[in-house]
């Protein structure tokens, strides 16, 4: 395929979540032409309202994104596509990258200068079947984001095998719930921890849980697998999560940490030359939406001055 200069791009940036946003919207407004590339699957299509986002407080995430897609398409450099990125490979000092259209958009091959990885994580829950479908609504993975609306409830945490967490969770939550229960086993929460959170009032559960339950779109129990129904109005689910980086060629993926995140400085730099991570993709992992973002707006500013050269 050729390549005409309409497909030539300073920065293709790969998500188009609060992170990917932002950080066309600085590169934007310094002049560079960028192509922001959305598979429009975003990791909390279920969530009603998102929280805690100055001046978007308890926005639904997809008009926030579509106000973020209006702020950035005002500006004559900057485009926007629904499109599945499928691959992106090295060409010359930066990338080609190739996108099949969602929603009708049509199949792309641009090259770019630099690419900045905005895609967000995928979601691994335990294995409750139930869950999904109270996910959003009765049971949440951000504490800080969701607690609030959760005040004086009878809430649950528990998560994943390999959870590290959950002790701070529960506790975070002591002050919000009229009780807590925290599910979780000796390797997750250690005994001196579990005593500490006893001591703020929360009942640790050593018991596994086998499946939520409810009447009709309303939570109202965890069944532990014993067959014991444990009556909750919430609960909070810490989930394991994974960086989907299978699109980039082999010779141009980041280094991970020990978590599974993309191991990048503190603006977003990995150790491939002009390739960038933001957002959720690098420690510690997922945050509050308008941290997100700002990592976003940080990210952007180093591209910007890495091609400045100064």
């Not at 532990?224 to 129904?229: K, P, R, S, W």
């Amino acid at each position: 395929m050729t390549i005409g200069a309409t497909d030539r791009y300073e920065v293709v940036i790969i998500g188009g979540g609060p992170a990917g946003l932002q950080a066309g919207l600085i590169l934007a407004r310094q002049l560079r032409r960028v192509l922001i590339l959305d598979g429009n699957r975003p990791r909390h299509s279920a969530t009603l309202e998102a929280h805690g986002f100055l001046s978007r407080d308890n926005i639904p995430p997809n008009e926030l994104r579509a106000a973020g897609r209006e702020s950035v398409e005002q500006y004559e450099t900057a485009e926007i596509q629904f499109a599945q990125v499928t691959r992106v490979r090295r060409e010359g000092q930066g990338f080609a990258v190739e996108a099949r259209g969602v929603r009708g958009t049509p199949n792309r091959h641009v090259l770019a200068e630099r690419v900045i990885l905005a895609t967000g994580l995928k979601e691994h829950f335990p294995n409750l079947p139930m869950l999904r479908a109270f996910y959003g609504t009765h049971i949440h993975s951000c504490v800080v984001c969701d607690a609030w609306n959760k005040r004086e409830s009878r809430i649950a945490v528990f998560g994943v095998p390999e959870a590290k967490t959950l002790a701070y969770r529960a506790a975070q939550l002591s002050r919000i719930g009229s009780h807590v229960t925290l599910f979780a086993s000796e390797r997750q929460v250690p005994e001196p921890d579990a005593a500490r959170l006893r001591e703020l009032g929360v009942a640790v559960d050593r018991r596994e849980l086998e499946d939520a339950v409810g009447d009709r779109a309303t939570l109202t129990g965890l069944r532990t697998a014993d067959g014991e129904i444990v009556p909750v109005d919430a609960a909070f689910v810490l989930p394991g999560f994974e960086a989907q980086l299978g699109f980039l060629d082999e010779d141009i993926r980041p280094d991970l940490t020990e978590e599974g995140l993309v191991a990048a400085d503190g603006s977003g730099r990995t150790r491939v030359q002009h390739l960038y991570a933001t957002g959720e993709l690098t420690a510690p992992g997922p945050e509050v939406l308008i941290i997100s973002a700002g990592k976003g707006a940080r990210t952007a500013i180093a591209a910007h001055r890495d091609a400045v050269g100064f």
